[in-house]
């Protein structure tokens, strides 16, 4: 069964870092570019961060850059992504995406004082 498991979201306040993970399965891991969006109730999901499938190339969206990084491990079938000072604008649901329509369950993260 092919699938994504997102964790390591929480409540934290502005300026705080998380570190969420995307453990794979199911499927041929170290083939596939790797992707983290987020989305907030009434809008549509964003691209937050990608990576290909050696961890060469990475690209950011705007609002990400300097602030997180993403990462991999191929042999522990893991994505990360590291978020740093983090923003009350960071708050969303979290997804790991595969290209092919291929989706985790999400982790909310919540950047609140």
């Known amino acids: 069964q092919v699938q994504l498991v997102e964790s390591g979201g929480g409540l934290v306040q502005p300026g705080e870092s998380l570190r969420l993970s995307c453990v794979a399965s199911?499927?041929?891991?170290?083939?596939?570019?790797i992707n983290w969006y987020r989305q907030t109730p009434g809008k549509e999901r964003e691209l937050v961060a990608s990576i290909d499938s050696q961890g060469d190339i990475r690209n950011y969206a705007d609002s990400a850059k300097g602030r997180f990084a993403i990462s991999r491990n191929n042999v522990q079938k893991a994505v990360y992504l590291q978020m740093n000072n983090l923003k009350p604008e960071d708050t969303a649901v979290y997804y790991c995406n595969r290209p092919g329509n291929v989706w985790g369950q999400g982790t909310q993260v919540t950047v609140s004082s």
């Open positions: 199911g499927f041929t891991f170290s083939i596939y570019t």
